[in-house]
């Protein structure tokens, strides 16, 4: 949903990170397409923590306790 927002608007530092690794990593949706592999890849980045560990380097602390 992030890529229909307004584009000037700004991230935080923890959330520009996270949303930065996720468009990197899953495509953008242009047309219809089977979404299930880009589900699967966010469960993927989010169970082996690297959805958090982006977020927590970019602010420099721990994201979850």
């Not at 307004?6 to 996270?18: E, N, Q, V, W, Y």
């Not at 990197?24 to 690297?50: A, Q, V, W």
Request: charged share 25%; aromatic share 4%; glycine share 8%.
């Amino acid at each position: 949903a992030q890529q229909f927002l307004d584009p000037d608007l700004a991230h935080g530092r923890g959330t520009g990170a996270a949303l930065d690794l996720v468009a990197k990593n899953i495509p953008m949706m242009k047309e219809d397409m089977y979404i299930y592999p880009s589900i699967e890849k966010l469960r993927e980045l989010i169970h082996t923590g690297k959805l958090a560990e982006a977020a927590e380097s970019a602010v420099g602390e721990l994201a979850m306790v």
